[in-house]
């Protein structure tokens, strides 16, 4: 760390952006009023919408949103004026110091350096901030929003927030930097923090043929989820969400460690289908960390999300925006890795784990137009009038597969989903397909209520009917 001197405190390893130099890249006015951490943003933003091809002041400024989540705020910057406050008085207090500590501040400059008077938000819950700030942008674009900039950014490497991340005594106090972040093994003690972070423009597929968008890395769908804090006894479960008998549905909780079983057992995913990545997951699962496998309940996986992979760092609420970037580049680009791969891969899962139990998973998938054999922007031909059980089972079987025992050519049509094996990341990629194939958007409400082939089949076939009409 070369921040500050840490050698007085227990944990002195961090990951620092090294050669940034803001002077460089913001106008001069911006620079004391702002953090480290807004200057990062900033920078990030200007760059993430040169790389979309956008320019903010050219659209509707109404159009536009910008959505954050941080893990701190500007600490440096507060613990500046709080140490002249304290040394020399009041009058030596920056006026900047209204603002430029809040955790939002981020969301603010964005919006007001690019003139994006659309929906604007920060998210704060903690390391799961940066995919459910970006499920937070999903949704206004599904109310209408054209264009939101979204992501999360980080930088807290200095004295006062130090002290802040050693009160949570999570912080790896090996000064070796080979061992002092070991996820998955027995010898794991703790994370090492870092900075930086990642903002992405999100957009509807008709707005980016609109504009006639020349980078498209990907889309994909989002998952939320709030457990028990971590070593907090669950609550009893309420009346009428218990687990029943053989046959009757399970609701709850309890509904879903049946089909996380399932999937340990045997992944759906096979090589020969576009899912080559299930050896690299199910090896990561065999690993197990023990200091922190039982922190949590066991969902999305069935162990703690943001844990499946391992990176350099721990950059705090940053962490899952940046891990999205580097999944969508792994699909565009596809470099090189050590492991044999029998397939490139096309879909990848982003987890991550807030502390206090915020959950969220993230699939997203190569806007490829070869592989997915139609352009993800020119707008399907819907030759069939309707969607029907054969259509849904082509769906499934290209989406998620089956499992043995399962018969789709069956009387399925009232049989749940769950029963049939299809978990909600399955359901939420074959809603996926459905959508590009046939070029509509499904109400999200009422897809988490088709738990039933029938109804899944009348939601599409509602959506058809009034997107002909339209």
Same mark, same amino acid.
Not at 27 to 55: C, E, I, K, Y
Not at 238 to 255: E, F, I, L, Y
Not at 439 to 459: F, K, N, Q, Y
């Given at each position: 760390?070369?921040?500050?001197?840490?050698?007085?405190?227990?944990?002195?390893?961090?990951?620092?952006?090294?050669?940034?130099?803001?002077?460089?890249?913001?106008?001069?006015?911006?620079?004391?009023?702002?953090?480290?951490?807004?200057?990062?943003?900033?920078?990030?933003?200007?760059?993430?919408?040169?790389?979309?091809?956008?320019?903010?002041?050219?659209?509707?400024?109404?159009?536009?949103?910008?959505?954050?989540?941080?893990?701190?705020?500007?600490?440096?910057?507060?613990?500046?004026?709080?140490?002249?406050?304290?040394?020399?008085?009041?009058?030596?207090?920056?006026?900047?110091?209204?603002?430029?500590?809040?955790?939002?501040?981020?969301?603010?400059?964005?919006?007001?350096?690019?003139?994006?008077?659309?929906?604007?938000?920060?998210?704060?819950?903690?390391?799961?901030?940066?995919?459910?700030?970006?499920?937070?942008?999903?949704?206004?674009?599904?109310?209408?929003?054209?264009?939101?900039?979204?992501?999360?950014?980080?930088?807290?490497?200095?004295?006062?927030?130090?002290?802040?991340?050693?009160?949570?005594?999570?912080?790896?106090?090996?000064?070796?930097?080979?061992?002092?972040?070991?996820?998955?093994?027995?010898?794991?003690?703790?994370?090492?923090?870092?900075?930086?972070?990642?903002?992405?423009?999100?957009?509807?597929?008709?707005?980016?043929?609109?504009?006639?968008?020349?980078?498209?890395?990907?889309?994909?769908?989002?998952?939320?989820?709030?457990?028990?804090?971590?070593?907090?006894?669950? %609550?009893? =479960? *309420? $009346?009428?969400? +218990?687990?029943?008998?053989?046959? /009757?549905? &399970?609701?709850? !909780? #309890?509904?879903? @460690?049946?089909?996380?079983?399932?999937?340990?057992?045997?992944?759906?995913?096979?090589?020969?289908?576009?899912?080559?990545?299930?050896?690299?997951?199910?090896?990561?699962?065999?690993?197990?960390?023990?200091?922190?496998?039982?922190?949590?309940?066991?969902?999305?996986?069935?162990?703690?999300?943001?844990?499946?992979?391992?990176?350099?760092?721990?950059?705090? %609420?940053? =962490? *899952? $925006?940046?891990? +999205?970037?580097?999944?969508?580049? /792994?699909? &565009?680009?596809? !470099? #090189?890795?050590? @492991?044999?791969?029998?397939?490139?891969?096309?879909?990848?899962?982003?987890?991550?784990?807030?502390?206090?139990?915020?959950?969220?998973?993230?699939?997203?998938?190569?806007?490829?137009?070869?592989?997915?054999?139609?352009?993800?922007?020119?707008?399907?031909?819907?030759?069939?009038?309707?969607?029907?059980?054969?259509?849904?089972?082509?769906?499934?079987?290209?989406?998620?597969?089956?499992?043995?025992?399962?018969?789709?050519?069956?009387?399925?049509?009232?049989?749940?989903?769950?029963?049939?094996?299809?978990?909600?990341?399955?359901?939420?990629?074959?809603?996926?397909?459905?959508?590009?194939?046939?070029?509509?958007?499904?109400?999200?409400?009422?897809?988490?209520?088709?738990?039933?082939?029938?109804?899944?089949?009348?939601?599409?076939?509602?959506?058809?009917?009034?997107?002909?009409?339209?």
């Amino acid at each position: 760390m070369t921040r500050f001197d840490a050698s007085g405190y227990p944990a002195r390893l961090a990951g620092e952006i090294s050669g940034f130099d803001a002077a460089e890249h913001l106008p001069s006015r911006l620079l004391p009023q702002t953090d480290r951490m807004t200057r990062l943003a900033l920078v990030g933003a200007d760059w993430a919408f040169a790389d979309a091809g956008v320019v903010p002041a050219e659209l509707p400024e109404y159009d536009v949103g910008v959505i954050t989540a941080s893990h701190s705020g500007g600490f440096e910057f507060g613990q500046n004026e709080l140490r002249a406050l304290w040394s020399k008085g009041g009058q030596y207090v920056s006026a900047y110091q209204s603002f430029a500590w809040f955790y939002a501040v981020n969301s603010g400059q964005i919006s007001i350096r690019s003139g994006l008077r659309g929906p604007s938000s920060v998210v704060v819950s903690d390391q799961a901030g940066g995919l459910d700030a970006l499920a937070q942008a999903r949704r206004q674009i599904r109310k209408g929003t054209r264009m939101l900039i979204s992501g999360a950014v980080d930088a807290s490497i200095c004295p006062w927030g130090w002290v802040a991340q050693l009160a949570g005594g999570r912080l790896s106090t090996d000064d070796d930097p080979d061992r002092a972040y070991l996820p998955f093994d027995e010898r794991a003690a703790g994370h090492v923090p870092g900075e930086g972070g990642a903002l992405l423009v999100l957009e509807s597929a008709e707005h980016a043929r609109e504009r006639g968008a020349a980078h498209v890395y990907g889309d994909r769908g989002l998952r939320r989820h709030h457990g028990p804090a971590p070593r907090q006894r669950p %609550r009893p =479960r *309420p $009346a009428g969400r +218990r687990r029943t008998g053989p046959g /009757r549905r &399970r609701t709850g !909780p #309890g509904r879903h @460690r049946r089909g996380v079983r399932r999937r340990r057992r045997r992944p759906r995913a096979r090589p020969d289908r576009g899912g080559g990545d299930h050896q690299g997951l199910r090896g990561a699962r065999r690993a197990g960390d023990r200091a922190e496998d039982h922190d949590g309940p066991p969902v999305l996986g069935g162990r703690p999300a943001g844990r499946g992979r391992r990176p350099a760092l721990h950059p705090g %609420r940053r =962490r *899952p $925006a940046h891990a +999205r970037v580097r999944a969508l580049a /792994r699909l &565009r680009h596809r !470099p #090189g890795d050590r @492991r044999p791969r029998p397939a490139a891969p096309r879909t990848a899962l982003v987890l991550a784990r807030g502390h206090g139990g915020f959950n969220s998973a993230l699939v997203v998938r190569a806007a490829d137009a070869a592989a997915r054999g139609t352009s993800p922007y020119e707008r399907p031909d819907m030759s069939a009038d309707t969607f029907t059980l054969n259509d849904l089972r082509t769906v499934l079987l290209e989406a998620a597969g089956t499992d043995e025992e399962v018969d789709l050519d069956g009387d399925i049509l009232d049989t749940g989903f769950e029963e049939l094996g299809y978990e909600s990341l399955a359901l939420l990629e074959t809603a996926g397909r459905v959508e590009r194939t046939y070029g509509i958007t499904l109400d999200e409400e009422a897809l988490a209520d088709a738990s039933t082939p029938r109804l899944l089949i009348a939601l599409v076939n509602t959506h058809l009917t009034a997107a002909r009409t339209a």
